[in-house]
Structures are given as structure tokens and as C-alpha cells.
């Protein structure tokens, strides 16, 4: 029988909960194991840039006296988009993996009718 593999000691303690649940409930290799933890990093990198959110606001006013997004709303935005796509490769909400990689961009990409 494999050994089960160990939470992550560095992530909050509501998404090793998280974590634990998803070991629990899915049979994981160990490469699966490792997209799991990056997805719970992500997570937790959300939740806190959501939380300078919630306390600062989402613009700060620079030397020059004029409004600028918060790094943290970039941090957001690329932890959730980082999460959704760890997620929908470990295939953890019951929709198959796609089978083949998705087609890169091309150059007339935007431009098709």
C-alpha cells in the first residue's frame, strides 16, 4: 500500500483541510499529488492578496497623485485563473481531463468568422 502523502505544513489551515478532502476523496499519483499542492498554493496566494484587497482597497495613489491598481489585484487574478486550470487538469470537479492539448493560438486568432 502507498504512503499517503503529507499536507503541505506551509499552506493555511482551511486549505489543508482542503487538501486532506481531496486526498480523501480521489485516488491521486504522485504527479497528480504535486498539481494539487500547486493548486493549493494558488488558493492560498488568492486569499491573500484578497485580504489586501478587502483591508487597502484596489487602488493606491502614486507619487504623482494619480490612481493605480494594487499589485495584489494582478496576484488575484492569476491565482484564481492558475487554480481553475490546476483543477480542471486533475479533473476534480467529476468532467474528464481533455484528452487532447488544446490548439495554440494561430495567427489569425480573434480574426476567424
Known sequence: MAKSPKTPPHLRPETQKWFKS???DFELEGHHVRLLT???EALDQAQTAREVLDRDGQTYTDRFGQPKA???VDILQNARIS???LIRELALDG???PEAPRA???A???NRR
Open 22 to 24: 481531496v486526498l480523501a
Open 38 to 40: 500547486l493548486a493549493a
Open 70 to 72: 494594487r499589485p495584489e
Open 83 to 85: 487554480f481553475a486550470r
Open 95 to 97: 468532467v474528464e481531463a
Open 104 to 106: 495554440p493560438r494561430t
Open 108 to 110: 489569425d486568432y480573434g
